[in-house]
């Protein structure tokens, strides 16, 4: 089990880099859009938002890799601590940052003792 004072093994940095590299290509970005009720939809993607909250179909769904809030017709994706903006900033960063954190974990320990 998994504990946070835990530094991870070779292996399990492999496996994370291993997820990371099959992962699309970023950056992502954080993309403020609407829904048919004109409600938030919060979402991850290749591009970055426009600030114009563009309503499907006037955005490329397929350049979309993750929401963290959907409403319509139902809250299909939410979360009840309504962190939807903060989960999708930590997603699309996480895109950049994990391959960052695995370099620097790598660098960090080849360096002589």
């Given at each position: 089990?998994?504990?946070?004072?835990?530094?991870?093994?070779?292996?399990?940095?492999?496996?994370?880099?291993?997820?990371?590299?099959?992962?699309?290509?970023?950056?992502?970005?954080?993309?403020?859009?609407?829904?048919?009720?004109?409600?938030?939809?919060?979402?991850?993607?290749?591009?970055?938002?426009?600030?114009?909250?563009?309503?499907?179909?006037?955005?490329a769904s397929g350049e979309m890799i993750a929401a963290t809030l959907v409403q319509f017709p139902?809250?299909?994706?939410?979360?009840?601590?309504?962190?939807?903006?903060?989960?999708?900033?930590?997603?699309?960063?996480?895109?950049?940052?994990?391959?960052?954190?695995?370099?620097?974990?790598?660098?960090?320990?080849?360096?002589?003792?």
């Amino acid at each position: 089990m998994y504990h946070p004072n835990d530094a991870p093994t070779e292996e399990e940095l492999a496996a994370i880099e291993e997820r990371a590299a099959a992962a699309t290509p970023g950056p992502w970005h954080v993309r403020f859009l609407d829904d048919d009720h004109a409600a938030n939809l919060v979402a991850v993607s290749t591009t970055p938002d426009t600030g114009r909250g563009e309503r499907w179909p006037h955005y490329a769904s397929g350049e979309m890799i993750a929401a963290t809030l959907v409403q319509f017709p139902n809250r299909y994706v939410d979360c009840v601590d309504e962190r939807w903006d903060e989960n999708a900033l930590f997603i699309a960063h996480a895109r950049e940052d994990i391959p960052r954190l695995i370099a620097e974990i790598r660098r960090l320990r080849s360096q002589p003792g």
